[in-house]
T-cell receptor, first 116, second 114 residues
């Protein structure tokens, strides 16, 4: 049973370019969360999505960042016009539907973004 | 304002000892609590979840929850060098149809020396 998958694992971008991060949840999971971890800091929530719906984006910067979880395919976190401060590890987590199951979140391996 | 506080450490214990990690949280309606382990350069890995007051044991790990005092702890018995990692405490406001986000502490770095 495959876990949460993320790609790419490492991404290098120059300032001003776009970064696109992908996340496929665990089989049977319909909730996806994105977190960001800056060097020497804890995990910070960014956005919570279900299929075709953004449930909570209160942790997303207002500009340049967007996320989607289409009916088909992986969830995508998009960062436009990247700046050096965007360099971080971006983790995706997934959890099963809440009804009748646990609310535990399982993390993918992360995408480490480096902005030159 | 929902905050999760952990001693940043580092916490250093000898092999075979008990490591005690503590976490306090500010939101009284929090209902779900999690401990994750994160090795350097890796992703968080779930160790324990706890929802009710008291102790929950799983192998060498014991999670303790005290909602009245708003703290949750993790005990690691017979610590091994392979337990050396950063331990993240995470809190979820409450279960059900609410928002699913977790609030994380900054983590406690544990070193177990042989």
């Amino acid at each position: 049973n495959a876990g949460v998958m993320q790609n790419p694992r490492h991404l290098v971008r120059r300032r001003g370019q776009e970064a696109r991060l992908r996340c496929s949840p665990m089989k049977g999971h319909s909730h996806v969360y994105w977190y960001r971890q800056l060097p020497e800091e804890g995990l910070k929530f960014m956005v919570y999505l279900q299929k075709e719906n953004i449930i909570d984006e209160s942790g997303m910067p207002k500009e340049r960042f967007s996320a989607e979880f289409p009916k088909e395919g992986p969830s995508i976190l998009r960062i436009q016009q990247v700046v050096r401060g965007d360099s971080a590890a971006y983790f995706c987590a997934s959890s099963p539907p809440l009804a009748g199951s646990t609310d535990t979140q399982y993390f993918g391996p992360g995408t480490r973004l480096t902005v030159l | 304002q929902k905050e999760v506080e952990q001693n940043s450490g580092p916490l250093s214990v000898p092999e075979g000892a008990i490591a005690s990690l503590n976490c306090t949280y500010s939101d009284r309606v929090s209902q779900s609590f999690f401990w994750y382990r994160q090795y350097s350069g890796k992703s968080p890995e779930l160790i324990m979840s706890i929802y009710s007051n008291g102790d929950k044991e799983d192998g060498r790990f014991t999670a303790q929850l005290n909602k009245a005092s708003q703290y949750v702890s993790l005990l690691i018995r017979d610590s091994q060098p392979s337990d050396s990692a950063t331990y993240l405490c995470a809190v979820k406001p409450y279960r059900g149809s609410t928002l699913g986000r977790l609030y994380f502490g900054r983590g406690t770095q544990l070193t177990v020396w042989p």
